[in-house]
């Protein structure tokens, strides 16, 4: 008791640290600073001194907490001792050691270059990393408070603020007093670890109210609190034991979240007792199998629904749960990687009729390989349309990738205080610039005009900071599924993906912060007392450097998560994706061995357009948007044109991820054969990746990407084969093909000092791509022949399959030529 005393009173006084004095300079509620060529260390490592003096004051000032704090204790040892003993050798030996580690280091991967295309990863923010180092210094674990009260106060204020990013409302005290939802959040090793969090939370919420309803039938302690009554999903209130177990599994989540305090507070029953009878009733302590023996005997086993592109963590977290992978059933995707609403439909429909419980639904915002955003918005309806039904689940989000970019469509406090202080006459003025740069009002759907007159003051006056608004670099697709995220009962977000953090910092944020006691071990379940403004006892992990809950929160502090700042900096990466996008499309020439089909469909093919107007719209993104010499040159045409703007807007990925295949031509004859399609970009992956080790230098590769393959077993043997047809290649039963994965996570790659630096990595592809199709033409020199002519020829990249007497010509000089180029 005294222990837990004292830890009360150490998060009390975190609360009131956050609460009181220095909130003004905690809270991260409040615009940044700084350029944003101060964020980063750089390709070139341009920021080299000011990272030495940042580094050097952490250094100062963790000696001098050591020295401070409590002065008059004694040291271990003194520097003569240290020198007698020979202290000197060590450290030679000790800076020798190093010196070698260092060397294998720089072998590592060049994060910060623009030629690093590979993953969800770029340069760091500086901000993170200082505030790692400082803190690495002393050396605090967020477990619990009491081993870290500064950085555990840090980590409360990161989760508000990635709750706010993603579209939850923090309310202040007195709105939680009056019954509020209070959203939560925390920092995690990683998002597989929050995707299993969140699934944790999900699977214990779904069989609280069958357990509660047990313990009041069986256990005599309970006895009072039988008369406590539930509002259903049809909104009637029914005493909790008159309901069935399918109704009671599919209770309201919010309902079933307050229900244990309701039941304490109601019944007068105690805080221990509670407790104590739920040990034998909860599927947190009997587990899965025996809770369904015990108390759901006839009903089927539960399911989580995931789409076929979700992570690998998904099935980890069904293994670990005791669900088991076979729970974890795949949703069909679309031609566009995004999870098919229809197949869900159908999947819930078929769980509706059989009784089968439904722990969770998983929209993925941002696939790892596609950059694929799900309908976020069409599965909320679908998740509204079965709750009137009778069918209740926890719906999640896994924007481990994609979570960031919400921060594009975030106005931020600047914002306000501007317009507030605007006259009426530039109020007008925004208005009207706003229509002649964008030719609409209302470029993002978002009802209030307000904050579209902010968003218009920032693309005419802020232009080369902001790259226009940058939400305008977000289809409109994509932007209805962001302003769905606040339906989502738990979202997984990675600053070290798209907040460019330091690793290791993931995230889980609640939409409901009481779901969060659901899955702690050390916390009563009614009044959690010491650890409600806790991190550390929630969650799968225990110890977690408190170092990086300083490195997100510096990183934040700094880098608002609003459009000013990694809105700001995203819609850059989006930008330069874009560019890349179009260099892609654009970049064979009449005479090179190959052409390339990107997986992101153009705006005309999604239409279903002709191949006359497909070739029209590769022709313009060639001409206008390519070839501009530079961001001003582009924006100046971007700003002139709709039609070029909405193209902009809609071509390329749902975010910054580029997928595409290559293919090669031996002379007029265009391969055939997925095999040797494969082989080519295997052959341009091994170019284009670290394949050996080396502790002698930097690596010598030109390019790094990635690569993959469409398996017909993940996505669907009509996906593959649509694909294929796209491509030019004859489908094949159960064979994928490979494709090649570019990340633009530089915000700065169209803007070196030297110009844009697209070019010179579509030149590089395009001399790899070279190679590659020579290698694979010389393997297989002698057995060429009619597999070249066979099938259909590809609507995307050539024309109708000729005879051979007539053979098709490289597929971008095609659409050049019928262009009048």
């Known amino acids: 008791m005294v222990i837990s005393r004292q830890r009360t009173k150490l998060v009390r006084d975190i609360e009131e640290f956050r609460r009181d004095a220095f909130q003004d300079k905690l809270s991260l509620d409040r615009p940044g600073g700084s350029l944003p060529a101060a964020w980063f260390l750089g390709p070139k490592a341009e920021n080299e001194d000011f990272l030495r003096e940042m580094i050097t004051l952490a250094i100062d000032e963790a000696v001098k907490a050591r020295h401070d704090f409590k002065p008059d204790d004694p040291e271990t040892f003194s520097v003569e001792e240290l020198e007698a003993a020979g202290f000197n050798t060590g450290r030679d030996l000790f800076k020798s050691r190093f010196q070698e580690v260092l060397g294998f280091l720089r072998g590592s991967v060049p994060m910060a270059s623009y030629r690093n295309q590979s993953h969800m990863y770029w340069d760091t923010t500086l901000p993170s990393v200082v505030g790692y180092f400082a803190t690495m210094l002393y050396n605090q674990n967020n477990c619990t408070p009491e081993a870290s009260p500064i950085t555990t106060a840090l980590e409360m204020e990161v989760g508000d603020d990635l709750c706010r990013m993603l579209g939850y409302t923090i309310p202040d005290r007195e709105e939680v007093r009056h019954g509020a939802i209070r959203p939560w959040g925390h ?178 915002i941002g696939t790892t390989e596609e950059s694929a955003v799900d309908p976020l918005h069409e599965i909320v309806k679908i998740r509204n349309e079965f709750r009137e039904r009778g069918l209740e689940f926890s719906l999640h989000a896994d924007a481990a990738w994609g979570g960031y970019f919400a921060s594009m469509l975030r106005e931020s406090n600047l914002d306000r205080q501007h317009d507030a202080a605007r006259s009426d006459e530039e109020r007008a003025e925004i208005e009207r610039q706003m229509v002649r740069v964008f030719g609409v009002d209302d470029p993002d759907g978002i009802p209030e005009p307000q904050k579209l007159k902010d968003w218009a003051a920032h693309a005419i006056f802020d232009r080369r900071n902001a790259m226009f608004a940058p939400g305008l670099h977000l289809n409109e697709y994509v932007r209805r599924q962001y302003r769905a995220l606040k339906h989502c009962d738990t979202i997984t977000v990675d600053p070290h993906k798209g907040g460019f953090v330091v690793y290791p910092a993931g995230a889980l944020c609640y939409r409901n912060g009481g779901l969060r006691h659901l899955i702690a071990f050390a916390s009563p379940v009614v009044q959690h007392g010491d650890i409600a403004q806790s991190v550390g006892f929630y969650g799968v992990e225990g110890s977690k450097p408190g170092a990086a809950a300083t490195a997100v929160y510096l990183s934040h502090s700094l880098i608002p998560a609003d459009r000013t700042g990694y809105g700001a900096l995203l819609g850059k990466c989006m930008f330069a994706s874009k560019r890349f996008y179009a260099g892609l499309v654009s970049m064979a020439g009449s005479d090179d061995p190959f052409y390339v089909t990107t997986f992101q469909r153009l705006p005309a093919e999604k239409v279903g357009a002709s191949r006359t107007d497909v070739r029209k719209q590769i022709a313009m993104i060639r001409d206008k948007i390519f070839a501009a ?92 084969d649509h694909y294929a047809r796209r491509i030019g290649v004859n489908p094949e039963p159960g064979v994928g093909i490979k494709f090649l994965i570019s990340t633009q996570q530089n915000p700065w790659l169209t803007q070196t000092k030297d110009g844009d630096f697209t070019p010179k990595v579509i030149e590089t592809l395009g001399n790899i791509a070279r190679d590659a199709a020579a290698y694979v033409l010389e393997q297989h020199k002698y057995d060429h022949g009619r597999e070249y002519y066979r099938g259909a020829s590809s609507p995307y990249q050539g024309p109708d399959l000729p005879s051979p007497a007539q053979p098709p010509t490289n597929p971008q000089a095609i659409a050049a030529k019928n262009t009048g180029d």
């Open 629 to 720: 010499p530079d961001d001003d040159h582009l924006m100046a045409a971007l700003a002139k044109d709709f039609e070029l703007r909405e193209l902009f807007s809609e071509m390329g990925s749902d975010q910054c991820i580029v997928a595409y295949t290559f293919n090669y031509l031996d002379g007029y004859a265009q391969n055939r054969k997925i095999s040797r399609l494969n082989e080519m970009n295997e052959r341009m992956f091994e170019a284009m990746s670290m394949q050996k080790f080396s502790d002698d230098g930097v690596p010598e590769v030109d390019l790094l990407v990635t690569s993959s393959s469409f398996d017909p077993e993940v996505y669907g043997q009509e996906f593959v």
């Open 187 to 364: 920092i995690t090793c990683d998002g597989s670890v929050a995707n299993i969090e969140s699934m944790w939370a999900a699977r214990n919420i779904k069989y609280l109210a069958v357990g509660l309803a047990a313990a009041i039938r069986h256990d005599p302690d309970m006895a009072p609190a039988r008369d406590v009554t539930v509002t259903t999903l049809k909104g009637k209130r029914h005493r909790l034991l008159d309901l069935d177990n399918w109704t009671l599994l599919n209770l309201p989540i919010d309902q079933v979240i307050k229900l244990p305090m309701r039941i304490s507070r109601t019944a007068g029953i105690s805080e221990d007792v509670l407790k104590a009878a739920l040990a034998g009733y909860s599927i947190q302590d009997l587990g899965l199998l025996e809770f369904h023996r015990r108390f759901l005997p006839d009903t089927p086993a539960p399911v989580v629904m995931t789409p076929a592109t979700a992570h690998y963590s998904w099935i980890k977290a069904g293994s670990l749960l005791g669900l088991g992978r076979a729970a974890v059933h795949g949703i069909r995707v679309d031609l566009d990687a995004r999870t098919d609403p229809v197949h869900l439909r159908r999947m819930l429909e078929d769980c509706l009729k059989e009784g089968r419980p439904v722990v969770q639904v998983v929209a993925v």
